[in-house]
């Protein structure tokens, strides 16, 4: 009977430590919105960008991220130096320049460029419908990312229309990460 409750007891650890952010990519994300209607978060990244890399092993391995994300978005994952074809509001985006026998920086996909995505990472919120909302550039501790996350969330930066009312939400806003 230990033994079983200790197996037990592993096996649940195990789950929770392996909990992690459910990524997808931007067509499926897209597809998805279609069946339930649903804000998409994307964390936009390159191979070679040591920032992304610590935006992985800090940020979205924190369970509180996980778990806000995984209920409250789609998660889309995309490279932007990738060779992904994706298919947003009528047009089919590719990296037409993309070399692959170049080691480290490559040409950047022209899906990243029409998001006006300049650094790296740079996380991209979009709404139900698929519009974007807006890139946030660089690196995130898991509280710093919790004010993007909810005020999108909660369509809170509809409202937020000037700099001082930007820092007035900073302010006010109550952490839980």
Not at 44 to 62: A, E, I
């Amino acid at each position: 009977m230990r033994n079983i409750l200790l197996i037990v007891f592993l096996f649940t650890i195990g789950s929770v430590n392996s909990q992690e952010i459910k990524w997808m990519t931007m067509n499926e994300a897209i597809a998805a919105q279609k069946k339930e209607p649903k804000k998409i978060f994307m964390d936009v990244y390159t191979t070679w960008c040591g920032p992304c890399k610590m935006l992985d092993k800090n940020t979205f391995s924190d369970k509180k991220v996980i778990e806000y994300i995984n209920k409250n978005y789609y998660a889309v994952k995309f490279n932007a130096e990738g060779t992904e074809e994706i298919n947003y509001q009528d047009f089919v985006y590719t990296n037409p320049n993309y070399d692959p026998a170049r080691k480290g920086r490559n040409s950047q996909h022209l899906f990243a460029h029409a998001m006006k995505v300049t650094a790296y990472p740079t996380v991209v919120f979009f709404r139900e419908n698929g519009d974007l909302i807006q890139a946030v550039p660089g690196y995130r501790t898991p509280q710093q990312l919790e004010i993007f996350l909810k005020m999108i969330q909660s369509d809170d930066y509809l409202k937020i229309t000037t700099t001082e009312a930007w820092e007035d939400y900073q302010k006010n806003f109550k952490y839980t990460f």
